[in-house]
């Protein structure tokens, strides 16, 4: 069966410093990927999907960025962490027209 | 991509049939239209998927008329267990671009 990853749980971090969230996918090929932003209490929010290694679609210009060095990990970066870049992070996988299958999520703070 | 609208929130009580219904003015004849729940601090959880007519799964219903430009998930006797935030997504096959709407806020009460 399918199962994916999402690593940290949770992360403090100060203003200004970098940021790596990773994601990863087991038990399926050549997965579309996503990442969402949840603020609190607001909706799902498409930052970043990828349809191949190195194929990245962004959908929010800002200090994120996204990589996708093999199949089936997909990893959010930012080089230096802004007030606004707190929420709930959300990583997700589909295949063709499946339903999209998320992660438990990270929640970040930005201090 | 279909923008999808929906209420904001709802309130019910335990034991009663829940019915959301979800806009989808401008479908696509290849969107699927699928429902997803989320609970405080998790992912949003796949409930229901269709492209027409009625689908039934094990938790819920799914309505969709024969012009698809609405939606309407069912929930059968919902308990407090269902109090969560309801989202409807209408996804165009093949772009793999998925956009969630605000979502509905159910409230179960006792």
């Known amino acids: 069966s399918q199962t994916i990853h999402q690593w940290p749980a949770t992360l403090v971090q100060p203003v200004g410093s970098p940021l790596s969230l990773e994601c990863t996918v087991e038990?399926?090929?050549?997965?579309?990927l996503y990442w969402y932003r949840q603020a609190a209490g607001r909706g799902l929010q498409l930052l970043f999907y990828s349809v191949g290694i190195g194929q990245i679609s962004s959908e929010v210009p800002q200090n994120l960025s996204a990589s996708r060095p093999q199949d089936r990990q997909f990893i959010l970066s930012s080089k230096k962490l802004l007030l606004s870049d707190s929420g709930f992070y959300l990583c997700?996988?589909?295949?063709?027209?499946?339903?999209?299958?998320f992660g438990n999520g990270t929640r970040l703070t930005v201090t | 991509l279909a923008k999808t609208t929906q209420p904001i929130s709802m309130d019910s009580y335990e034991g009663q049939e829940v019915n959301i219904t979800c806009s989808h003015n401008n479908i696509a004849t290849n969107d699927y239209i699928t429902w997803y729940q989320q609970f405080p601090s998790q992912g949003p959880r796949f409930i229901i998927q269709?492209?027409?007519t009625k689908v039934t799964n094990e938790v819920a219903s799914l309505f969709i008329p024969a012009d698809r430009k609405s939606s309407t998930l069912s929930l059968p006797r919902v308990s407090l267990s269902d109090t969560a935030v309801y989202y409807c997504?209408?996804?165009?096959?093949?772009?793999?671009?998925?956009?969630f709407g605000t979502g509905t806020r159910l409230k179960v009460l006792a």
């Open positions: 038990g399926t090929s050549n997965p579309n």
């Open positions: 997504l209408a996804s165009l096959g093949g772009t793999y671009k998925y956009i």
């Open positions: 269709g492209y027409k």
């Open positions: 997700a996988w589909s295949v063709t027209e499946a339903p999209l299958h």
